[in-house]
């Protein structure tokens, strides 16, 4: 009988313990629902009151950003120009649209792989363009050994790498041309040493500033759609010493054809610089004049596109 007693005893401290337990938590779902509820009557006011002032404007901009669209992740970069509405946690949760008329604005460098040269998006509209803001996308061009691409976004939305890492040195795009059959052209001397836009792009301006310790510059010339590439030294700065190389020395050189010693400034009136000073123009760089719907590259190959680089220190 007492071993009865006990057992029912310890049933009821059970069932009083479970009691207050379920009261407990009851309780406690009760003061948040209430609290939850007290939020929502107290957005709910202030979204009336905001209604009530006319100020719809204030509820858009709590949600929705307005102006330049900030790019901080790759993730953000590979949705230029979708047209999706993407909220960017970044900037508190708003939601931007990537429209091919916005304004992109780079917030930090981005690093990624791809295989290849990647670009980016060439859909842009009229009004839609993509500022760096000093930063810069590095690529790391897995295709190849050693070659990482730097895009630099300052001021323009290039479509082609400004400086690179290739034949084991770094180099800095100082003049590049796609002249699209002949019809994009530079348009004088003036012109062809400083000019910023997609196809035709050109800092040889400040070229002095790549000069070596030891007096030389050190070029890598390239055509599109030719394989190969010159590689070469000189001391003479190309843009201001007229029909004439001054200790051209070659470090890799794919073309020799009608001879190849280094650039100097054309006397051909057709072009800034050419490979073959005082004669024709072939090995053209900076054309103001189109040749058999392109330009005179390597001796009887007209090519459209041209990518001259000088070497930096790594």
């Known amino acids: 009988m007492k071993k009865i007693k006990n057992q029912n005893g310890s049933i009821t401290l059970f069932v009083l313990i479970s009691c207050l337990f379920f009261i407990t938590f009851l309780t406690s779902m009760f003061i948040l629902s209430a609290v939850k509820r007290q939020s929502q009557i107290q957005y709910s006011q202030k979204t009336e009151e905001i209604y009530e002032s006319g100020n719809q404007g204030e509820i858009y901009q709590e949600y929705f950003g307005e102006g330049a669209v900030p790019i901080y992740t790759k993730e953000q970069l590979d949705k230029i120009c979708s047209g999706e509405q993407i909220p960017i946690k970044e900037e508190g949760g708003k939601i931007y649209t990537f429209s091919s008329n916005s304004v992109y604005i780079l917030k930090n460098d981005i690093s990624f792989e791809y295989n290849g040269i990647w670009q980016l998006p060439n859909y842009f509209g009229e009004t839609g363009r993509i500022e760096g803001q000093d930063k810069q996308i590095i ?8 070659e990482v691409y730097y895009y630099y976004l300052k001021d323009n939305n290039y479509k082609f790498p400004l400086r690179k890492k290739e034949y084991g040195a770094m180099w800095q795009m100082v003049l590049y041309q796609n ?24 800092t040889l301006w400040q070229l002095e500033k790549y000069r070596r310790e030891d007096g030389k510059f050190e070029f890598l010339l390239e055509y599109g759609g030719i394989s190969g590439y010159n590689r070469w030294k000189q001391t003479s ?10 200790n051209y020395e070659p470090v890799e050189v794919s073309w020799t054809a009608g001879g190849f010693y280094g650039l100097g400034k054309s006397s051909s009136g057709s072009c800034l610089l050419d490979g073959q000073v005082g ?3 072939w090995y053209s760089v900076g054309t103001y004049s189109s040749y058999h719907n392109g ?3 390597p001796y009887d190959d007209v090519i459209t596109e041209t990518l001259l680089w000088v070497g930096i220190s790594n």
């Open 237 to 246: 700065n190309p843009c201001t010493t007229l029909e004439k190389v001054e």
């Open 179 to 202: 002249n699209k059959a002949g019809t994009i052209l530079f348009e004088g001397e003036e012109e062809a040493l400083n000019y910023n836009s997609t196809d035709k792009y050109s």
């Open 139 to 146: 690529v790391k061009d897995t295709s190849k050994t050693d």
């Open 295 to 297: 330009a005179p590259g």
């Open 279 to 281: 004669d024709t123009w």
